[in-house]
């Protein structure tokens, strides 16, 4: 893997982002990885900043509470998808994502939080800020739509410390 500067991938990422990519983190051990299907990258307190939201019934949120790091895989030529869709149906409470499926972890030097080999690029983030959502404040339609069981969001914003291109 290459380092590359976050500003060469940021329309990538934007257009790839609605088909999945995989947010992993790592806490006591355990590595978990997930498909999140939206979220948002931009510029944040003078920082190049990902958002990710992650549903508080979600393996995944138990982990990354307890983690300053998350990473974003992506793959912009449409592989993985099998594997993209099963980290999005399936729960690490009840499979081992990253054994079931035979995905590679890359470390990297920024932190703990392994990247998944083969997809094209990897955003590293050190959590800076998290915030549940308030349902009280969220439009009516939405909550009927997306929350009908109320299961909310937390937000992770994450300064992108590296980027890799596979």
């Known amino acids: 893997m290459k ?8 329309n990538n990422y934007r257009e790839v982002l609605p088909q999945g990519v995989f947010l992993t983190t790592k806490a006591d051990g355990e590595v978990n990885t997930m498909t999140m299907g939206w979220g948002t990258v931009g510029y944040i307190w003078n920082q190049n900043i990902i958002m990710a939201p992650v ?3 979600r393996h995944t949120h138990q982990l990354i509470e307890n983690s300053d790091y998350f990473t974003a ?3 912009l030529n449409g592989q993985l998808k099998k594997e993209l869709q099963f980290c999005g149906t399936k729960s690490g409470r009840d499979y081992d994502k990253i054994d079931e499926l035979n995905l590679e972890l890359l470390e990297v030097e920024e932190c703990e939080v392994p990247v998944i080999k083969g997809n094209d690029l990897h ?8 915030q ?3 349902i009280d404040k969220l439009a009516k339609d939405i909550v009927e739509k ?3 069981k109320q299961d909310m969001h937390t937000f992770y914003y994450g300064e992108v410390v590296a980027v ?3």
């Open 3 to 10: 380092k590359i500067e976050f500003n060469q991938v940021l």
């Open 55 to 57: 549903r508080k019934s």
């Open 73 to 75: 895989s992506v793959p």
């Open 123 to 130: 955003f590293i983030a050190r959590i800076k800020y998290k």
């Open 132 to 134: 549940d959502m308030n």
């Open 146 to 148: 997306k929350y009908p």
């Open 164 to 166: 890799y291109q596979e």
